[in-house]
């Protein structure tokens, strides 16, 4: 599952907790579904991957880090902006292997963060980060990332649908009870209008 910011509402959780109790088996990994599985995952559903584990762990919380923006369906969707939890992974691997400090990850990941989603690419980032970070860590993370950058959201996207391919996923626990609630009512006679 995913989302569509800012022109089609996300997977709402009780529509998760409606297809479960349904006995519909339902994973998330990487992005949108990562999230989702973080919130849910004490209700059955499966969680895949280091994002849906960062979520998980309260590491990250804000819907933004995933957050990709892009160009239309004639474009084929291409992304033309980098979502935040893939520079804090590139940010991470460049200090384990001692291009930049922790503390120049630290202050360009604070720099990411206060962007906003669409406007954040590496080229954007590193514009900014020029001002408060020296030249020689810079020079450093650009031959880091043009040797590898990591991309988080597509390595656990990919093992998400390992699992479905080798249904390696394991049972989930017995379906939720599912409440009918007021919402839900209005949501199912709003389906019914259309």
């Not at 973080?38 to 584990?53: D, S």
């Not at 960062?54 to 933004?64: E, Q």
């Not at 590139?90 to 206060?114: D, H, N, Y």
Request: net charge negative; proline share 4%; glycine share 8%.
């Amino acid at each position: 599952m995913d989302g569509y910011f800012e022109h089609v509402p996300a997977v709402w959780h009780k529509e998760i907790l409606f297809a479960m109790s349904e006995g519909v088996k339902v994973l998330g990994a990487a992005s949108m579904g990562a999230l989702r599985a973080a919130e849910l995952h004490t209700y059955g559903m499966v969680g895949i991957g280091g994002v849906f584990a960062r979520y998980r762990d309260g590491v990250l919380d804000g819907d933004d880090e995933v957050a990709v923006a892009h160009e239309d369906e004639a474009s084929g969707f291409r992304a033309v902006s980098d979502p935040m939890v893939n520079i804090r992974a590139a940010l991470e691997c460049a200090a384990a292997s001692g291009q930049i400090s922790q503390a120049t990850a630290a202050r360009i990941a604070v720099i990411g963060k206060s962007m906003f989603y669409p406007e954040r690419t590496w080229g954007c980032l590193l514009r900014s980060a020029a001002f408060e970070v020296p030249d020689v860590e810079l020079d450093r993370l650009r031959t880091f990332l043009d040797d590898r950058k990591p991309d988080l959201k597509r390595d656990d996207a990919m093992q998400a649908l390992q699992a479905c391919r080798t249904s390696a996923l394991s049972e989930p626990a017995r379906p939720p009870a599912f409440v009918r609630t007021n919402a839900w009512a209005c949501f199912e006679a709003a389906q019914a209008e259309q």
